[in-house]
């Protein structure tokens, strides 16, 4: 009985993935077919549409290319660029420059132009995109003046002059084909996982770093794409208006590009498109109004302030319910076999002399420690002896001093956050840092990363794996969730639950991960008694499931003392005790320091 119907469950499995093909094929088809009926439409719509209002519309498309590219570095990414100008104008100097100078192909141009903007976008990143909020805004706009002031010193393609004569190529067409272009591969790359990571940053880029995504290169990554569709963008300019001059890519140009993401709202494309028609069109719906235009653009604003703070459309978009999306949810894997709890454990992690110091501060010294495979170690001590800059250290959020930091036997006293992470190391916070505004699924898949996973390429192009990946991530995610009782709240923001709810999450994100070494940082701060035990069992269980070595710090001696296998003390920087719970309730200087005399 229980073996026909493991076979009558295959079947129907077959079935499913079947299903989930046959969708994937006709979604396929679909796209194709919607594209030739674009490329028709806009065909049609370029005849029929007055001359007039089909000069606004290309204007618009234009705009919807600008913002989105901007939107992916502003909005999504969270980084403040004032530099969009810049891109625009290498793109369009280029292009114009090889179909007035050269004699190329219009398409060959713009792409050329998009490439060139997408190299200043590596050249203005490298260096400035270690720098965070006004300091990126300022170093970004300042680039934007520099490729200005070398193009008006360039005589090859007329200085302050200008350039004029460039072949009008720019049609309803084009560019309207390529703002679609722009809107779909800036939408794939948002619902990859290399979006997720972009979104991740802009969220929270500390607990980013931690969960393994290595920021500086994801936002290099959006930088790149966001100025090459710049370049293009500027490039339609350049042939639309058949004469450029560097006064027309002055800081202006960037702040209206803000003003589009802005106003559509920081991370929303829908937004995005909507502003630009709205930005586009309302100048010319004002022209009767000239005397009242400044004072009606006032009101506007006052408006949008008060009723719509974050924009047209905040961060929502507007989509079609996704076809042939897998629920299947297997089952985690297993970090290997339970070792065993003698001498012979090998050690996860050792510590060697470490010190840390904050100018003439030492906030640790000379700590030494081993944590071997398997054991649940707590540490203690009083607020400000130095727990929560141990974890830094040992995450790589805090660089030592001096000593050494070893895990797995590899030294990774100065490695970055995100490679610890990649080691195997994982940790939770103090206090929670989840990424609020997402949803409570998205802040677990965006734990599910690595080379063995689908590339930008096949993300962009929705091909490959891309398809079969992102099901497994997602019914991996959903196991996660369902084994910490949040499967039936995977939809909801996460910044929303409840408190318990939140710690528990937190949790799920980290093991996602598939670390070895878990850091858990004050877990029941903040937890009444039923939700403490409900805790230490929960802890009790992840270290059995998930074959884990467990560090914890926490200032409820009563879930110390039944959990943890080993305590070390510390105080003032300095470790004054390591042993068994028994050992330390009983150690004087525990009790002097920390403890006190009613414990005992």
Same mark, same amino acid.
């Given at each position: 009985?229980?073996?026909?119907?493991?076979?009558?469950?295959?079947?129907?499995?077959?079935?499913?993935?079947?299903?989930?093909?046959?969708?994937?094929? !006709?979604?396929?088809?679909?796209?194709? =077919?919607?594209?030739?009926?674009?490329?028709?439409?806009?065909?049609?719509?370029?005849?029929?549409?007055?001359?007039?209002?089909?000069?606004?519309?290309?204007?618009?498309?234009?705009?919807?290319?600008?913002?989105?590219?901007?939107?992916?570095?502003?909005?999504?990414?969270?980084?403040?660029?004032?530099?969009?100008?810049?891109?625009?104008?290498?793109?369009?100097?280029?292009?114009?420059?090889?179909?007035?100078?050269?004699?190329?192909?219009?398409?060959?141009?713009?792409?050329?132009?998009?490439?060139?903007?997408? =190299?200043?976008?590596?050249?203005?990143?490298?260096?400035?995109?270690?720098?965070?909020?006004?300091?990126?805004?300022?170093?970004?706009?300042?680039?934007?003046?520099?490729?200005?002031?070398?193009?008006?010193?360039?005589?090859?393609?007329?200085?302050?002059?200008?350039?004029?004569?460039?072949?009008?190529?720019?049609?309803?067409?084009?560019?309207?084909?390529?703002?679609?272009?722009?809107?779909?591969?800036? @939408?794939?790359?948002?619902?990859?996982? +290399?979006?997720?990571?972009?979104?991740?940053?802009?969220?929270?880029?500390?607990?980013?770093?931690?969960?393994?995504?290595?920021?500086?290169?994801?936002?290099?990554?959006?930088?790149?794409?966001?100025?090459?569709?710049?370049?293009?963008?500027?490039?339609?300019?350049?042939?639309?208006?058949?004469?450029?001059?560097?006064?027309?890519?002055?800081?202006?140009?960037?702040?209206?590009?803000?003003?589009?993401?802005?106003?559509?709202?920081?991370? /929303?494309?829908?937004?995005?498109?909507? !502003?630009?028609?709205?930005?586009?069109?309302?100048?010319?719906?004002?022209?009767?109004?000239?005397?009242?235009?400044?004072?009606?653009?006032?009101?506007?604003?006052?408006?949008?302030?008060?009723?719509?703070?974050?924009?047209?459309?905040?961060?929502?978009?507007?989509?079609?319910?996704?076809?042939?999306?897998?629920?299947?949810?297997?089952?985690?894997?297993?970090?290997?076999?339970?070792?065993?709890?003698?001498?012979?454990?090998?050690?996860?992690?050792?510590? @060697?002399?470490?010190?840390?110091?904050?100018?003439?501060?030492?906030?640790?010294?000379?700590?030494?420690?081993?944590? @071997?495979?398997?054991?649940?170690?707590?540490?203690?001590?009083?607020?400000?002896?130095?727990?929560?800059?141990?974890?830094?250290?040992?995450?790589?959020?805090?660089?030592?001093?001096?000593?050494?930091?070893?895990?797995?036997?590899?030294?990774?006293?100065?490695?970055?956050?995100?490679?610890?992470?990649?080691?195997?190391?994982?940790?939770?916070? +103090?206090?929670?840092?989840?990424?609020?505004?997402?949803?409570?699924?998205?802040?677990?898949?965006?734990?599910?990363?690595?080379?063995?996973?689908?590339?930008?390429?096949?993300?962009?192009?929705?091909?490959?794996?891309?398809?079969?990946?992102?099901?497994?991530?997602?019914?991996? /995610?959903?196991?996660?969730?369902?084994?910490?009782?949040?499967?039936?709240?995977?939809?909801?923001?996460?910044?929303?639950?409840?408190?318990?709810?939140?710690?528990?999450?937190?949790?799920?994100?980290?093991?996602?991960?598939?670390?070895?070494?878990?850091?858990?940082?004050?877990?029941? =701060?903040?937890?009444?008694?039923?939700?403490?035990?409900?805790?230490?069992?929960?802890?009790?269980?992840?270290?059995?499931?998930?074959?884990?070595?467990?560090?914890?710090?926490?200032?409820?001696?009563?879930?110390?003392?039944?959990?943890?296998?080993?305590?070390?003390?510390?105080?003032?920087?300095?470790?004054?005790?390591?042993?068994?719970?028994?050992?330390?309730?009983?150690?004087?200087?525990?009790?002097?320091?920390?403890?006190?005399?009613?414990?005992?």
């Amino acid at each position: 009985m229980t073996e026909a119907k493991a076979v009558d469950a295959k079947r129907a499995g077959g079935k499913a993935v079947d299903t989930t093909r046959l969708a994937r094929v !006709a979604v396929t088809l679909g796209g194709l =077919a919607a594209g030739y009926v674009l490329v028709v439409g806009l065909h049609r719509a370029e005849i029929l549409i007055n001359d007039y209002y089909l000069q606004i519309l290309i204007w618009v498309g234009i705009n919807v290319i600008m913002g989105v590219s901007l939107n992916l570095i502003n909005g999504f990414t969270g980084q403040f660029s004032l530099g969009h100008a810049g891109f625009m104008a290498i793109g369009a100097y280029v292009a114009a420059s090889m179909t007035k100078l050269m004699g190329m192909p219009f398409a060959l141009s713009l792409a050329a132009g998009g490439i060139a903007a997408a =190299a200043g976008g590596l050249v203005v990143g490298i260096p400035t995109l270690r720098l965070a909020g006004d300091y990126l805004a300022i170093a970004t706009l300042g680039f934007g003046e520099i490729i200005r002031v070398i193009i008006l010193n360039l005589d090859v393609v007329g200085g302050p002059r200008g350039l004029p004569g460039i072949p009008a190529h720019t049609t309803f067409l084009w560019v309207y084909v390529i703002a679609a272009a722009t809107v779909v591969v800036v @939408r794939n790359l948002i619902w990859s996982r +290399q979006g997720r990571a972009l979104v991740a940053i802009r969220e929270d880029e500390t607990a980013a770093e931690t969960m393994g995504v290595d920021t500086t290169r994801s936002k290099i990554m959006a930088f790149v794409v966001g100025a090459f569709f710049a370049g293009v963008a500027g490039g339609l300019y350049a042939h639309k208006i058949t004469f450029i001059d560097p006064s027309q890519f002055d800081f202006m140009k960037s702040i209206e590009a803000l003003v589009i993401i802005v106003l559509g709202g920081l991370g /929303s494309i829908t937004g995005t498109v909507m !502003a630009a028609f709205v930005v586009t069109f309302l100048p010319e719906i004002l022209r009767a109004f000239a005397d009242y235009r400044m004072i009606i653009y006032s009101l506007m604003l006052i408006l949008m302030m008060l009723y719509r703070p974050r924009g047209l459309m905040g961060t929502a978009e507007f989509s079609f319910r996704q076809l042939g999306l897998g629920d299947r949810r297997p089952a985690p894997d297993k970090g290997g076999q339970r070792a065993g709890r003698s001498d012979g454990p090998p050690p996860v992690l050792e510590t @060697r002399g470490v010190c840390m110091d904050f100018g003439g501060l030492r906030a640790v010294s000379d700590f030494s420690m081993t944590l @071997r495979q398997g054991e649940l170690v707590g540490l203690i001590g009083p607020n400000g002896a130095g727990k929560t800059t141990v974890f830094n250290m040992l995450t790589g959020l805090a660089e030592a001093t001096s000593g050494r930091v070893c895990f797995m036997g590899e030294d990774i006293t100065r490695r970055r956050p995100s490679e610890i992470n990649d080691m195997g190391v994982a940790r939770t916070f +103090q206090n929670i840092r989840l990424f609020s505004n997402l949803s409570v699924l998205d802040n677990v898949r965006i734990a599910f990363r690595g080379e063995r996973l689908y590339s930008m390429t096949e993300a962009l192009l929705r091909a490959g794996r891309y398809a079969t990946q992102e099901e497994q991530i997602y019914g991996k /995610s959903m196991e996660f969730l369902r084994l910490f009782g949040l499967d039936d709240r995977a939809s909801e923001i996460a910044g929303k639950l409840p408190y318990g709810a939140q710690r528990r999450l937190e949790m799920a994100r980290a093991l996602a991960t598939k670390p070895k070494l878990l850091l858990l940082d004050e877990p029941a =701060a903040g937890m009444n008694p039923q939700e403490t035990q409900e805790l230490l069992e929960l802890i009790r269980w992840i270290h059995e499931r998930f074959d884990l070595t467990v560090l914890l710090i926490e200032h409820d001696m009563s879930l110390v003392m039944k959990l943890c296998q080993r305590i070390i003390v510390l105080d003032y920087g300095v470790t004054i005790a390591d042993g068994a719970p028994a050992e330390i309730v009983k150690n004087r200087r525990v009790i002097e320091a920390y403890l006190g005399e009613e414990a005992v």
